[in-house]
């Protein structure tokens, strides 16, 4: 497998964050509309995210047959945004929400449709507001990866950053309400 995913070694130290979700325990979604994990959007993926583990995020995916790509085979679309949105619940575990800036996934196996992906986020490291992770997904065996992901998300004032888009957003009032409060 081949990846140009560099991690700098001047990292700096992280601790897991006092309010983060404990090994074992579900997440809470980031946003109930989210495509990836919202339990309200009606098309979406709808992950469950579960804590693990030191700075690990487990999920699992049922590889519907909506998601094919090639005939028999999921969507290679489809599966960088699950690793998308799992690797993103990485930066919860450390500290405030944090997006994707870069993503980059080596499909290692074709993946049939109907099959249950099984997928493991985990934490490299963090420099300043960047967090890098790696993401692994198998369908059976953990030691035998089908594709593997690597991504870097920058930390942000959540409140501040999607001002400007609330307005968009499919998001119930009171939520948007919630949101925009100072
Ligand atoms: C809320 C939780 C959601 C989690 C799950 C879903 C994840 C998603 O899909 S998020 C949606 C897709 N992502 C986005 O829309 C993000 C769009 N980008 C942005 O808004 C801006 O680039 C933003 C706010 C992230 C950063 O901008 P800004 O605050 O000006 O910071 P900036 O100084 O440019 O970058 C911060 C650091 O990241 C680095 N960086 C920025 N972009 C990249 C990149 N593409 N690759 C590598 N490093 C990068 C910068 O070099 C800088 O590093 P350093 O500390 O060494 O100087």
Redo the contacts with the bound molecule.
């Keep these: 497998m081949k990846s140009s995913f560099v991690v700098p070694t001047d990292l700096d130290p992280v601790q897991r964050h006092p309010k983060a979700a404990k090994a074992g325990e579900r997440m809470r979604m980031?946003?109930p509309m989210?495509f990836?994990c919202g339990e309200e959007s009606p098309n979406g993926l709808r992950l469950e995210m579960f804590a693990g583990e030191e700075f690990t995020v487990d999920a699992a995916m049922r590889v519907q047959t909506q998601f094919e790509g090639g005939p028999g085979v999921i969507h290679g679309g489809v599966l960088s945004t699950a690793f998308?949105?799992v690797m993103?619940?990485v930066p919860l575990l450390v500290g405030p929400?944090?997006?994707?800036?870069?993503l980059e996934v080596d499909y290692i196996k074709p993946i049939p449709v109907e099959t249950t992906l099984q997928f493991r986020a985990s934490l490299l490291g963090r420099?300043?507001?960047?967090i890098y992770t790696e993401g692994i997904a198998h369908y059976g065996d953990p030691t035998q990866p089908v594709a593997v992901a690597h991504g870097?998300?920058?930390t942000?004032n959540?409140r501040e950053?999607f001002a400007d888009h609330l307005e968009n957003s499919q998001l119930s009032d009171e939520y948007k309400r919630r949101l925009s409060r100072p």
């Design positions: 980031h946003n989210c990836g998308d949105d993103g619940m929400s944090a997006v994707t800036v870069h420099q300043r507001r960047k870097i998300f920058v942000i959540a950053h």
